[in-house]
């Protein structure tokens, strides 16, 4: 099962936008995930946003860099962005998101 979770044992029912981003030698790349009115962000969940992880049956993908996105002081998305800096970590990532894409009915799109 793969999921994606803000906050340690509480899944992400929002499905992100993806965007990926590849150097040319395929040595590194970056992926960044922006979540609309994610439920980690619900004025009812009390638990703090430690990172983001990506979790299925290989293990665990952690990224610290989560942020958020706020329209008049509101909470409305966040973003998170994942740093890949060798083929072995995109080739990683690649799974977890076969995975993810097809438990969530997620589409691909070549631009």
């Known amino acids: 099962m793969a999921k994606i979770q803000f906050s340690k044992g509480i899944d992400e029912e929002v499905i992100p936008e993806v965007r990926l981003t590849r150097s040319r030698t395929g ?7 922006i979540f609309q009115n994610p439920k980690a962000l619900d004025s009812g969940n009390t638990e703090d946003i430690t990172g983001m992880y990506m979790i299925d049956e290989e293990g665990e993908i952690v990224t610290r860099e989560v942020k958020g996105r706020f329209v008049n002081g509101k909470p409305e998305a966040l973003e998170a962005v994942y740093l890949m800096k060798s083929k072995e970590q995109w080739d990683r990532f690649m799974r ?6 097809e438990e969530n009915d997620l589409g691909f799109n070549k631009s």
């Open 27 to 33: 040595d590194s790349g970056t992926a960044t995930f």
């Open 96 to 101: 977890f998101m076969q995975r993810y894409a």
